[in-house]
């Protein structure tokens, strides 16, 4: 394939909720919207999920936003892309940058479905009709609060319940749900919060039978990941540590955690996301997909994505509504008895909802 035409937009969609983890707090998603068309008109598109500040990963949106227009962008165009897999040549001299990779990847396989006539899901080789989908819940004033979130999430059929925790908003709010739902599948996300000296309050966590507790510790400290997991019965779930094969390959070899949370976009798109899988697959650790709040183009990867052996646990993959008024899909994703139904057609799945990406357009370049 070649690619004879790219737009890339910023878009900043309002959320329903603001959005607080251990290290800030979200008011609007903003990302880039990539659109990639070849020579025989077919489009592919993706999304760039880097937020407007580093605080996740050390990329952000203008970051992302010029990288792609000045330097990953233009060595695509008008080149002859035989497989999506040939990406991660035209990448390799550029370091890291995994979002801004991620969105030319995902946009990539998506043109390379359509023009197999094939689902996003079928051609990376996943293999399930539905996908489960549980929730991520920001850090809540009071535990009460939380509680009554819970409540309000597993009515509307959410499988499994994460709860962003940071240093004095931890043991009482997980606590408090636990003793509410004393079955359901419940989990917690540090963002990073804790360090090896906090191993005491972490083993508190023990008796809540987590399901898993996700980054405690720093993203480049797969050392006292390994030593905090020889001390916890719950599992650890690795997050920010995980962006390529070989951090998986370091974790499985160290024991830094049982579990991986893969995203599409933190691992610079779906090849990649796929080996990982695999690799945990081959050495019993499991997977699930994890979110960035992201648009419906960035959702429909991670349906795709979650269709994949590997993903073995219910995904921070929510509905349209979770996070928006107005999704840039159509139609929108929804909820059925918690699952996500992977769409047939082809690519991605899904239309774009132009009204809504015109409404909510910022900037907009075409290559
Ligand atoms: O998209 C979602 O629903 C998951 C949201 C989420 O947990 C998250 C959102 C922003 C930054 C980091 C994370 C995370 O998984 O750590
Ligand atoms: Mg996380």
């Not at 394939?1 to 790219?6: D, E, G, L, P």
């Not at 996740?56 to 203008?62: A, G, I, K, L, Q």
């Not at 549980?134 to 535990?143: A, D, E, H, R, V």
């Not at 510790?217 to 650890?236: G, N, R, S």
Request: proline share 5%; hydrophobic share 40%.
């Amino acid at each position: 394939m070649k690619i004879v035409s790219i737009r890339l937009y910023k878009i900043s969609l309002p959320l329903r909720f603001f959005f607080t983890t251990s290290t800030g707090q979200l008011t609007t998603k903003d990302f880039i919207l990539l659109s990639l068309t070849d020579e025989d008109g077919h489009t592919g598109y993706g999304e760039c999920s880097a937020f407007p500040t580093p605080f996740y990963t050390e990329e952000f949106r203008d970051s992302a936003f010029l990288l792609l227009k000045d330097q990953l962008l233009p060595a695509l165009l008008n080149q002859s892309i035989k497989s999506p897999q040939q990406l991660q040549d035209l990448f390799r001299p550029i370091r890291r940058n995994n979002m801004a990779k991620a969105a030319v990847d995902t946009a990539i396989w998506d043109l390379f479905a359509k023009q197999n006539h094939q689902s996003l899901a079928k051609a990376i080789g996943g293999n399930k009709s539905l996908v489960t989908a549980g929730i991520s819940i920001g850090i809540q004033p009071s535990p009460n609060k939380l509680v009554e979130k819970v409540r309000n999430y597993l009515q509307a059929g959410y499988q499994r319940i994460k709860v962003k925790i940071k240093p004095g908003a931890d043991y009482q709010y997980l606590k408090a749900v636990r003793n509410e739902f004393p079955d359901i599948m419940l989990m917690a996300d540090a963002n990073s919060a804790y360090r090896l000296a906090d191993t005491d309050k972490l083993k508190q966590l023990d008796e809540l039978h987590l399901l898993m507790i996700e980054q405690p510790l720093e993203a480049d400290d797969l050392l006292h990941h390994a030593q905090l997991q020889q001390q916890l019965a719950t599992p650890l779930c690795l997050d920010e540590s995980i962006n390529s094969l070989a951090d998986a390959q370091a974790m499985y070899q160290l024991g830094s955690g049982k579990i991986i949370n893969i995203k599409v976009s933190k691992v610079g798109g779906l090849t990649t996301a796929n080996k990982i899988q695999e690799f945990a697959q081959t050495h019993q650790l499991n997977c699930w997909c994890g979110g960035m709040l992201g648009s419906g183009v960035a959702r429909a990867a991670d349906i795709a994505v979650a269709t994949l052996p590997g993903f073995t646990l219910p995904n921070d993959i929510s509905a349209s509504q979770r996070y928006f008024n107005h999704d840039i899909i159509k139609p929108e994703i929804d909820l059925t008895n918690g699952k996500i139904k992977v769409p047939t057609a082809p690519g991605i799945g899904y239309d774009l909802n132009w009204d809504i990406i015109r409404r909510y357009t910022t900037e907009k370049v075409t290559l």
